[in-house]
Each structure stands twice: as C-alpha cells, then as structure tokens.
C-alpha cells in the first residue's frame, strides 16, 4: 500500500484523532467527576447516619460497564480485573440498596 492509499483509506474512515482525542477526555472527565460526587455524598451521608449504597452501585456498575466494554474491545486483562471487582462490589451495595440496610 502506497502512501496515497493510506490516505485515501483514512480519508474515507470519516473518523477525526481529534474528535476521538476529546470523547476519551471526556469520558475521563465524566468518571473523575462521578468518583467526585460519589465520594462527597456518601460523606456526607455517613455523617447523617445514612448509608449510601445506591451512590456506590451507581458508581461501580458504572465504571463496570466501562472497563467490561474497553476490555471486549482491546483484551486487556487489567480492564477485565477492574471490572470484574468493580461488578462484585456494584452488586453487592444493590443488593445492601434493595434489601434496606
């Protein structure tokens, strides 16, 4: 394959570094800031003599759902460990949610 080829082949992707550099940042921001608010809530929920198991299944099936769908797509097995933990510790605070504690 020549370089015009190359060219032609990534021209036609339709697909910018620079658009696909921003919507990782992105969704970096967006589990910073869910850890974040994650952390402050249940804070101050502890504080209150609330438990927060809801804010800590949101948070963990979340980056679950994330880590699970980066290791279908690159076979990373540190993405699989993550999450797998985090898929066991997001289930077990739903189940604490569903049952009440």
């Known amino acids: 394959m020549n370089k015009e080829e190359i060219l032609a082949k990534a021209q036609a992707e339709k ?3 620079r658009e696909v550099f921003l919507s990782d940042k992105s ?4 589990f910073l800031a869910l850890l974040l608010l994650t ?3 249940t804070v101050i929920k502890e504080f209150r003599d609330q438990h927060s198991p809801d804010l800590i299944a949101t948070f963990c099936l979340s980056v679950c759902v994330g880590h699970i769908y980066h290791y279908v797509k690159t076979k990373d097995k540190s993405n699989l460990i993550i999450g797998i933990c985090s898929c066991v510790v997001g289930a077990g605070s739903a189940v604490q949610f569903f049952i009440g504690y």
Request: glycine share 0%; proline share 0%.
């Open 15 to 17: 697909r910018d570094e």
């Open 27 to 30: 969704i970096r921001w967006t």
């Open 39 to 41: 952390v402050i809530f």
